[in-house]
């Protein structure tokens, strides 16, 4: 049972445009969130988080959106580099310290100049 | 970021044979996990510490065990190699109070 779903496996966006990658997830028990990007050959960077209290989370270029009710969160990458082509892992954990991490199965963001 | 080292960084070894990867960290960070990459499955949590001699068991944790000795190793080891067990492992690691993990470079294992 998948419980952190990325449906969309690939997405191709043209530089300066926006970026969306969408998340959904089942285990109401999540409490924090997490985006990692990830270069082929490298270990996954950590890029952005949220906190389930907050519903927004803004860090330059990357903003998270988290919406409850839906069990949903996206990422927005505004404007889109040609360096942001990676592949884009969305994570939940029940505890904000204590991570064990629980993952989707990462989206590869292609963007062209 | 913090210092986090895996080794070997490749390996090919055969069915049957124990294999035990490492991961070093150099930032005294108390939590650190064992992960493994698979297509179609994402990341998921093989073993985790929360300190030394501390390790408890992750979501696919058949087949693997853990040991961590000191802080800034923790050791994870395949006792018969699979070929399921082929995948691309993880190291991270988390300081106290801290609300992310970081990652290593990845191992690359691959059972013949």
């Known amino acids: 049972d998948q419980q952190v779903k990325q449906n969309s496996p690939s997405l191709s966006v043209q530089e300066g445009r926006i970026s969306i990658l969408n998340c959904d997830y089942t285990?109401?028990?999540?409490?924090?969130f997490l985006w990692y990007k990830k270069y082929p050959a490298e270990g996954p960077t950590f890029l952005i988080s949220i906190s389930s209290i907050k519903d927004k989370n803004e860090d330059g270029r990357f903003t998270v959106f988290l919406n409850k009710s839906a069990k949903h969160l996206s990422l927005h990458i505004v404007p889109s580099q040609p360096g942001d082509s990676a592949v884009y892992f969305c994570?939940?954990?029940?505890?904000?310290?204590?991570?064990?991490?629980?993952f989707g199965t990462g989206t590869r963001l292609l963007v062209s100049p | 970021d913090a210092g986090i080292t895996q080794s070997p960084r490749h390996k090919v070894t055969e069915t049957g044979t124990p294999v035990t990867l490492r991961c070093h960290q150099t930032e005294n960070h108390r939590y650190m996990y064992w992960y493994r990459q698979d297509p179609g499955h994402g990341l998921r949590l093989i073993h985790y510490?929360?300190?030394?001699?501390?390790?408890d068991k992750g979501e696919v944790s058949d087949g693997y065990s853990v040991s961590r000795s000191k802080t800034e190793d923790f050791l994870l080891t395949l006792e018969s190699a699979t070929s399921s067990q082929t995948s691309v492992y993880f190291c991270?690691?988390?300081?106290?109070?801290?609300?992310?993990?970081?990652f290593g470079q990845g191992t690359r294992l691959t059972v013949v």
């Open positions: 510490s929360y300190g030394v001699k501390d390790t």
């Open positions: 994570a939940a954990s029940v505890d904000t310290g204590f991570q064990k991490l629980v």
């Open positions: 991270a690691t988390q300081g106290t109070g801290k609300t992310e993990a970081f």
């Open positions: 285990n109401s028990m999540f409490d924090y």
